[in-house]
């Protein structure tokens, strides 16, 4: 992974860089915020940017945000400040902490917050034909088009690519097209000079250019607006781009590949997608099982997830109970491995005394229902524990109530069991980090109270 290191703190910051030198990082350094910024929009790119509290966190924040660059800030500084890192969480900073670094830390934040994991975790038969395809065609530089539902790990899948191919000592680059505007995706994809557009105060290099010489992922391809995807079809046959306002074609050398949750045949025939660029695209068709056809992984990833989870909330290895793997088992998932993922980091941490059983379960999935036929078969009171009985109570307990009024005081119960720290409650609730932010804010005008980072004692307007 690549980590850009923002200020100094008397040398601080350089140890700690040199900490995740050795934990296997590619390291930069710059002064100041504006260096920061210079180096991201040069192409230089970054994984994770760790920087010191002392500078402007809510400039660097709101500036990656506005330029698009989607990067997770970590802030550093001396000692155990309580205030300090509330200030940097709520400024954007995902995480704080404490210098001087130690090893294992930084080592664990670096796991955590980049998340840059390419092992494929499975034990059903249907994901073994699935890799094997995959070890296969990933050392080629043949395009290979992921396909699946949402959730299903279409992006562990292009990590995992890159990592058996010839260029993985080199960058790997996300880029979703689903998530960013038909207007400034073109400006992402093959970057812009100063002076283009309005707005565009500088030059900036897109992700072709960044990825030259390693792997770039165009997520989600299918949600890309047509008119440019005859740009990206030059683009790819030529190897060449043009900046936004640029006079001069640039080389890139690139693996692409692309991740889609539709059915672009069908798509292609809708005329939402052009058939050239499809068949360009998809020399190879990786396609993604849901996780109702591989049933025999969802107790490994739970174990895996639960895992996970413990060891960053600092908790003991957990158990799951028989009834709780029956719960999983039972289950319709929809939102696939996120939504599994989502659910034990919630079990997690409303497990007790070292266990999460079926009332955990229950408690923190929402959605969570036995899969069509099994509730058949199963029959009433089927569940352990009288747990149907306690779910049609749930349920009833919610009648009368808006959504609205629901939606917030799940918000602020999730927020209050990870101790006020948006970025964990985000990840819990699978919404963004932005739109919490946006309706913690909209509680606290309304005089709700809010529970702030590092505090689960007190709560005050956030």
């Known amino acids: 992974m690549r980590l850009l290191i923002v200020g100094t703190l008397d040398g601080h910051i350089a140890t700690a860089g040199k900490l995740a030198l050795q934990s296997g990082a590619k390291v930069a350094h710059v002064d100041d915020v504006s260096g920061a910024m210079n180096a991201l929009r040069s192409g230089q790119g970054a994984d994770l940017v760790m920087v010191e509290v002392s500078l402007d966190i809510g400039n660097l924040c709101s500036s990656l945000e506005s330029e698009r660059i989607a990067v997770p800030v970590v802030a550093c500084g001396i000692g155990p400040e309580?205030?300090?890192?509330?200030?940097?969480?709520?400024?954007?900073?995902?995480?704080?902490?404490?210098?001087?670094?130690?090893?294992?830390?930084?080592?664990?934040?670096?796991?955590?917050?980049?998340?840059?994991?390419?092992?494929?975790?499975?034990?059903?038969?249907?994901?073994?034909?699935?890799?094997?395809?995959?070890?296969?065609?990933?050392?080629?530089?043949?395009?290979?088009?992921?396909?699946?539902?949402?959730?299903?790990?279409?992006?562990?899948?292009?990590?995992?690519?890159?990592?058996?191919?010839?260029?993985?000592?080199?960058?790997?680059i996300s880029v979703n097209c689903a998530a960013i505007p038909e207007n400034l995706l073109e400006s992402e994809l093959f970057g812009h000079e100063k002076g283009a557009f309005t707005g565009a105060v500088t030059r900036r290099v897109g992700k072709f250019e960044e990825a030259s010489g390693g792997t770039l992922l165009l997520d989600e391809i299918s949600e890309m607006h047509p008119r440019l995807q005859a740009k990206l079809l030059r683009a790819i046959q030529e190897r060449e781009i043009d900046r936004v306002g640029g006079g001069q074609p640039i080389k890139v050398d690139i693996r692409l590949?692309?991740?889609?949750?539709?059915?672009?045949?069908?798509?292609?025939?809708?005329?939402?997608?052009?058939?050239?660029?499809?068949?360009?695209?998809?020399?190879?068709?990786?396609?993604?099982?849901?996780?109702?056809?591989?049933?025999?992984?969802?107790?490994?990833?739970?174990?895996?997830?639960?895992?996970?989870?413990?060891?960053?909330?600092?908790?003991?290895?957990?158990?799951?109970?028989p009834e709780a793997q029956g719960v999983l088992a039972g289950h319709h998932w929809r939102g696939n491995v996120r939504e599994l993922e989502n659910t034990m980091h919630r079990a997690v941490l409303l497990s007790r005394d070292g266990v999460i059983d079926a009332s955990a379960i229950i408690l923190t999935g929402q959605s969570l229902r036995p899969s069509e036929g099994k509730a058949a078969e199963s029959g009433?009171?089927?569940?352990?524990?009288?747990q149907d009985g306690q779910a049609a109570g749930d349920v009833k307990a919610l009648v009368g109530r808006t959504v609205a009024d629901v939606e917030k005081d799940l918000i602020l119960d999730t927020l209050q069991h990870c101790l006020g720290n948006r970025t964990h409650a985000a990840n819990i609730l699978g919404i963004s980090i932005r739109t919490l932010r946006n309706k913690l804010k909209l509680y606290s005008q309304d005089g709700v109270a809010v529970p702030m980072p590092g505090d689960n004692e007190r709560t005050t307007p956030a």
């Open 82 to 172: 309580p205030s300090a890192a509330a200030d940097a969480i709520r400024a954007g900073a995902q995480e704080y902490i404490p210098l001087p670094p130690d090893a294992e830390l930084i080592a664990a934040v670096l796991s955590a917050v980049a998340e840059e994991t390419s092992t494929v975790v499975f034990r059903d038969p249907i994901m073994s034909d699935v890799l094997r395809l995959a070890e296969q065609v990933a050392p080629s530089d043949a395009s290979v088009l992921i396909t699946g539902e949402s959730g299903t790990g279409k992006e562990v899948m292009a990590r995992f690519l890159h990592s058996k191919s010839k260029r993985a000592a080199q960058h790997f």
């Open 257 to 321: 590949l692309a991740t889609s949750n539709r059915n672009l045949e069908e798509e292609v025939a809708k005329g939402n997608f052009r058939e050239d660029l499809y068949y360009r695209l998809n020399v190879v068709n990786i396609p993604l099982p849901s996780l109702r056809e591989r049933p025999q992984d969802i107790p490994i990833l739970a174990q895996h997830f639960t895992a996970k989870y413990a060891e960053a909330n600092g908790m003991t290895p957990l158990k799951l109970t």
């Open 380 to 386: 009433a009171g089927a569940e352990p524990d009288g």
